[in-house]
């Protein structure tokens, strides 16, 4: 099922990507020679209207038509082939040629640059679109900063932080959704965090070297659950428990929190205590029965999740923010990235680690919202000015525009190869980054 999702994932979004040069070049009426979902290497491929022959008896025109549309069997992209273009497939026939009306090379910069900001504006507006649908069918759901208590891991108790610390303020930022409390201190490169502990409110300073163990560190903040019960569950031996119970310790051993109780329970196996109880204005001893697997059948207070809803209207402004912060946010994260002290470059993946991110069954909230993600990372990594990249072609065109002056056709080779070396050598650490992570 993974495997699938990704498959149609990455399809959808390279159609569409490709599907923004495709239409405007068809606006400036510049020739499409190829429209193909996947890449055709060596000539082989898995569908084409001009090569399939079954096809063709099936649908005699399609030899005559303008563009070839097919699906190549190396799944590691597409591409949409322009003519009189001088791009990754590196085919330079044309350029001893004499320059026809309908290549690419002899409309005016203006007309190129937004052929080849098609694809970008298209990723943009296809993560607008899934971003309104998600926040029309299913509205936006998150646990909110405030009043929450974190439960650091080790890095963040050796940053300073402790459990039942509220996180005010990250520098000037005041966070809002308490599941974004790491990634916000990575990627905003915060110099110090305003906690509260208890009624004190006090300021910690983040060691700028540690963004490394930060970005791989799991879990820095889990949300500190009081051991407050809900509810006993039904056929529990643990009846004397009532709703609004706080367990502050099993046995003796203290437990402030539900993290606390896990470790202290487990030792506790199969054994009836005595467990210290608020209730009320009262502190009262309980004997409880602890499970064979350390559990003794209670459901918790959940957090306080905030649920937002929004009718039609309403899902195109939020769609339009979440899309926004979404592109912010990974803008961020490729700062990161440039820097290697930070050691982002560890967290580079490839179609392993998309996939990984997929559920195990399907699931169209989650599906949907992956998507927008990657038609965003899509959308910002082709802005990149690397040639090879739209961002290359959108570079050299703003160069043309401004400066009045056409790279030459030699550079313009040059320039290529030097981007389809880079391009290959980001693969090959995304690749080996997670082949290093399945190893591991």
Known sequence: MKVLQVILALSILIIFHELGHYTFAKIFHIRVEKFFLFFDVGEKFIFSTKRSRWFTRLV???????TEYGIG??????????AG?????????????????WEFRTHNPWQRLLVMSG???????????????????WGDSYVSNEGAKIYPNKLAEQMGFRAGDEILALDDYKPQNFGMLQADIARKGVHKATVLRGGDTLTLYIDRNLTDEILNSELMFD??????VDSVAAGSPNRALLRGDRVIAFAGQEVSYLQDSRTVLAGLAGQSVPATVVRGADTVQVNVQVDSAGRIGVFMHTPSVVNEHYNVLQAIPAGLRLTGETISGYVDDLRLLANPSTGAYKSVGSFIAIGQVFPSAWDWYRFMYIIALLS???????????????????????????????????FMIIAQWVGMILLLALMMLAFGNDIGRLIK
């Open 119 to 137: 694809g970008v504006l298209y990723n943009f507006i296809f993560a607008v679109i899934a971003f309104i649908a998600i926040m029309a069918i």
């Open 60 to 66: 005699p025109a399609a030899a005559g038509w303008e």
């Open 73 to 82: 069997w190396l799944p590691l992209g597409g591409y949409c082939k322009i």
């Open 85 to 101: 273009m001088i791009d990754e497939s590196m085919d330079t026939e044309h350029l001893g040629q004499e320059p026809q009306p």
């Open 376 to 410: 965003i990372m899509l959308g910002v990594m082709n802005l990149l000015p690397i040639p090879g990249l739209d961002g290359g072609h959108i570079l050299f065109t703003l160069y043309e525009i401004i400066s009045g002056r056409k790279p030459s056709d030699r």
């Open 223 to 228: 949300l500190a659950i009081p051991f407050v």
